[in-house]
């Protein structure tokens, strides 16, 4: 018998409401309803409001921390296989608590690892998420995860600056590989930020390898947490005689200190996706709109076809 497609409905969690109706116009649907009961003492309870037994749904929800947005996205995918789905995709812009993808000392956890599991044991039967931590955090799933690039957005962005003497950097030694693939597609030069950390969000030393002078630089990171990092080396570069500095980040957590920090740094552009919402504190940073590429790969994924035409690299 041929495989009959049944029409997808598409839910947001509560933080993602926003995204989930740009997703969802884009895709050429409504977002469907739910809605939230909260009881005195904080817990919540989720309900889809429309019958979904035996259709394909995407749940939208990044869930950054607090604990609330993870718990959420937990919650609807229980709903959802407890009102029979066939199929429950956790569409994450956003995959939180990726930063703990391995034991870096002594008596810490994998969350990266645990979130997964309790997603999968939740009833996601796949996953969609964009620019992890860790590219590795996919094998941390038994079911299969759609890993979309944010470059995707953001090329055609720095193409459009039309910036001469080009150069991308990255902020650190880990995101050397993801530096080199957008000075290979932009067919510039890299060069690379070497920091040691006192503690979490506290660095102790900065140095740079590489020559800025006289360039246009490029930071690439795929978050932006308090911004300490970007900042100082920003600073750094135009220190070492770079004529300005940008900073492209995909996920724009920026808490404590993070946007007094962009607006005291020596950057001119901080460039973010809407994988996360933004506050609207500071007039140097630019938000571009991560919903079309979600929308045509959940398309995709809907209608069984490939998504390989979504990867610029």
């Known amino acids: 018998m041929p495989i009959v497609i049944t029409e997808a409905k598409i839910f947001a969690c509560t933080q993602s409401k926003v995204l989930g109706e740009k997703i969802a116009k884009a895709f050429g649907a409504d977002l469907g309803n739910v809605i939230t009961s909260t009881y005195s003492d904080g817990e919540f309870q989720p309900s889809f409001e429309e019958s979904i037994r035996g259709t394909r749904i995407f749940i939208i929800g990044s869930t950054n921390p607090g604990p609330e947005n993870l718990m959420e996205m937990l919650l609807m995918i229980d709903a959802a296989k407890r009102a029979s789905a066939r199929h429950i995709t956790a569409v994450l812009p956003y995959f939180g608590w990726a930063r703990q993808d391995r034991k870096d000392k002594p008596r810490v956890p994998i969350a990266a690892k645990l979130v997964a599991k309790m997603l999968e044991a939740a009833g996601a039967t796949r996953i969609i998420t964009m620019d992890l931590h860790a590219d590795q955090i996919q094998g941390f799933f038994e079911k299969p995860v759609d890993h979309l690039f944010a470059s995707t957005i953001f090329l055609p962005y720095l193409k459009s600056l039309n910036l001469d003497n080009?150069?991308?950097?990255?902020?650190?030694?880990?995101?050397?590989?993801?530096?080199?693939?957008?000075?290979?597609?932009?067919?510039s030069d890299v060069v690379?930020?070497?920091?040691?950390?006192?503690?979490?969000?506290i660095i102790s030393h900065m140095e740079l390898i590489g020559d800025v002078t006289g360039k246009n630089v490029v930071l690439v990171d795929d978050m932006v947490d308090t911004a300490g990092t970007l900042t100082k080396a920003a600073d750094l570069m135009m220190e070492r005689g770079a004529l300005s500095v940008r900073a492209i980040c995909t996920h724009p957590i920026l808490s404590g200190k993070a946007y007094e920090n962009i607006n005291n740094s020596k950057l001119e552009e901080l460039i973010v996706t809407d994988s996360i919402p933004v506050k609207p504190l500071s007039d140097k940073i630019r938000v571009l709109s991560c919903a079309d590429l979600f929308a045509q790969v959940m398309e995709k994924v809907h209608n069984n076809q490939s998504i390989s035409s979504n990867f610029v690299m």
């Open 166 to 187: 080009l150069t991308i950097a990255s902020p650190d030694m880990g995101g050397s590989k993801r530096a080199y693939a957008y000075s290979k597609a932009l067919s």
């Open 192 to 201: 690379i930020c070497y920091k040691q950390r006192a503690k979490a969000n």
